[in-house]
């Protein structure tokens, strides 16, 4: 079983548009993550969830919206698409632990291109 | 802030040659240390980590020492393969419900 999964693997869409990506981890995590990662591969986190509540939210456009219905789902919604948010868009989870030295489980990424 | 400052790359090597991918934070406290790995099309894997000064992370042959005189945590390995070819990710944590902080990556390709 996928510990972290989240679909689609590719998403293609018009400028404009709206889309969503989704995100399961069936680790009984505590938080969840939205990592945005572009062309050069730096790695920039978005949004950070703890049981369904909201603890991290970088400068990030209000077109982004993070949902988790319960602390086993994250899912990003984005409105208004436009190029510069093609990127791999990546979904992690962690347990919450002492000393900081939880360790993250990231899903294997939707590739998202926006045209 | 904290930050992770990791070498750039492209890092090419021949097989079998020695890897050092040098790794130094800035951070805030006792932070701990991780050297994620990123093999093509995939998410990132842990690969080591060291929570304490002194403490060696090591994994699949690679090794990490947390060194914070000198606020380094530098990757290594002896005898690189073909399939270590990924990109290398340093990060820290700085405590508990704190964020994870990515360096920017270090492309590893290895030629046979």
């Known amino acids: 079983d996928t510990a972290v999964s989240q679909t689609p693997k590719y998403l293609v869409t018009q400028m404009g548009n709206d889309k969503s990506i989704k995100c399961e981890q069936n680790?009984?995590?505590?938080?969840m993550y939205w990592y945005k990662q572009d062309s050069k591969k730096f790695l920039k986190i978005m949004f950070s969830?703890?049981?369904?509540?909201?603890?991290i939210n970088e400068t990030v456009p209000n077109r982004f919206s993070p949902k988790s219905p319960d602390k086993a789902h994250l899912n990003l919604h984005i409105n208004s698409l436009e190029l510069g948010d093609s990127a791999v868009y990546f979904c992690?989870?962690?347990?919450?632990?002492?000393?900081?030295?939880?360790?993250?489980?990231f899903g294997s990424g939707t590739q998202l291109s926006v045209l | 802030g904290n930050s992770v400052t990791q070498m750039e790359g492209p890092v090419t090597l021949s097989e079998e040659a020695f890897l050092t991918i040098n790794c130094t934070y800035t951070?805030?406290?006792?932070?701990?240390l991780f050297w994620y790995v990123q093999y093509p099309g995939e998410g990132l894997q842990l690969l080591l980590k060291?929570?304490?000064?002194?403490d060696k992370g090591s994994n699949k042959g690679f090794e990490a020492t947390y060194r914070k005189e000198t606020t380094s945590f530098h990757l290594e390995k002896g005898s690189v393969q073909v399939s270590d070819s990924a990109v290398y990710f340093c990060?820290?944590?700085?405590?508990?419900?704190?964020?994870?902080?990515f360096g920017p990556g270090t492309r590893l390709s290895v030629l046979p």
């Open positions: 990060a820290l944590r700085s405590g508990y419900g704190q964020n994870f902080v």
């Open positions: 969830y703890n049981n369904k509540e909201l603890i």
């Open positions: 951070a805030t406290g006792y932070p701990s």
């Open positions: 060291a929570t304490k000064a002194d």
């Open positions: 992690a989870s962690s347990q919450a632990g002492e000393g900081g030295n939880e360790k993250l489980f």
């Open positions: 680790l009984g995590h505590d938080t």
